[in-house]
T-cell receptor, first 115, second 112 residues
């Protein structure tokens, strides 16, 4: 079974609007971390935001926020006030337990921001 | 200062050749990784090292051999290159407790 599922291969959003990228995960560990990364067309992988399984508040970093619903095992990324530069591939990832190296990435969602 | 660097950035080579990719991180992280990203952009972990010790070795052909001379460096050597090895290879590093991974710029390998 997929550990990280991103069901939207591609998404479109109008500039200045908000968009939600979906991510669901599967783990039996109580302690885990969830991450979102951005990969623009230039190819580099950029860390955006982190949510720990024990964090009670949803993580926020500037225009990025993570809608963490533990019972539903979802960790959706919300980008507010989309900009043209947000057009990129977005990956959801999970670290299971506290062990280094046990990270799984989703298949990614390509976001296109329309002017 | 580049946090995670990889050399070379591009690598074009013939089938059957042997090649190496080097990775260095100056973040003081304990864990380093190699990932392969295929043409469909799927990102797959290949290896993970923690303080020079191999901790993850996914199902990767044994033509791929990682080497970590110290915790700041993780190199990848590939023997007898095949067409299917063409991909982007990313190095990354992370540190406890969060293990947020910081990626290098990638090495674009094309096997002809």
């Amino acid at each position: 079974a997929q550990k990280i599922t991103q069901t939207q291969p591609g998404m479109f959003v109008q500039e200045k609007e908000a968009v939600t990228l979906d991510c669901t995960y599967d783990t039996s560990d109580q302690s885990y971390g969830l991450f979102w990364y951005k990969q623009p067309s230039s190819g580099e992988m950029i860390f955006l935001i982190y949510q720990g399984s024990y964090d009670e508040q949803n993580a926020t970093e500037g225009r990025y926020s993570l809608n963490f619903q533990k019972a539903r095992k979802s960790a959706n990324l919300v980008i507010s006030a989309s900009q043209l530069g947000d057009s990129a591939m977005y990956f959801c990832a999970m670290r299971e337990g506290t062990n280094a190296g046990k990270s799984t990435f989703g298949d990614g969602t390509t976001l296109t921001v329309k002017p | 200062d580049t946090a995670v660097s990889q050399t070379p950035k591009y690598l074009v080579t013939q089938m059957g050749n042997d090649k190496s990719i080097k990775c260095e991180q100056n973040l003081g992280h304990d864990t380093m990784y190699w990932y392969k990203q295929d043409s469909k952009k799927f990102l797959k972990i290949m290896f993970s090292y923690n303080n020079k010790e191999l901790i993850i070795n996914e199902t990767v052909p044994n033509r791929f051999s990682p080497k970590s001379p110290d915790k700041a460096h993780l190199n990848l050597h590939i023997n007898s290159l095949e067409l299917g090895d063409s991909a982007v290879y990313f190095c990354a590093s992370s540190q406890r407790p969060r293990e947020t991974q910081y990626f290098g710029p990638g090495t674009r390998l094309l096997v002809l």
